[in-house]
């Protein structure tokens, strides 16, 4: 089993910045790959940003050159780095992890970006 606790959401203007933690625990030794998720209302959970233990990563179009993933080689601590953001990017972000065949969630964080 792992747990994940997001945390780093908050209200933030157009043009600004947050990172995002997501704080693993349990099971760790079986993480292979996290990831950051993110919902707004009325639309379908998307993939924003991956990192795999060995290092590499992938990011949905919409945030290329604004976010960066980084963290997981002690596989405790996965951040999300969010430069120049704007109101589209207001949703819930879910942190996610993948160990051996298990998915795992945490319980979101809400960030709100105005214009």
């Known amino acids: 089993q792992v747990q994940l606790v997001e945390s780093g959401g908050g209200l933030v203007q157009t043009g600004g910045s947050l990172r995002l933690s997501c704080a693993a625990s349990g099971s760790i030794f079986s993480i292979n790959v996290m990831a950051w998720y993110r919902q707004a209302p009325g639309k379908r959970r998307e993939l924003v940003a991956a990192?795999?233990?060995?290092?590499?990563?992938a990011y949905a179009d919409s945030v290329k050159g604004r976010f960066t993933i980084s963290g997981l080689n002690a596989k405790n601590t996965v951040y999300l780095q969010m430069n120049s953001l704007k109101p589209e990017d207001t949703a819930v972000y879910y942190c996610n992890a993948g160990a051996l065949s298990s998915d795992y969630w945490g319980q979101g964080t809400q960030v709100t970006v105005s214009s």
């Open positions: 990192i795999r233990s060995g290092g590499s990563t």
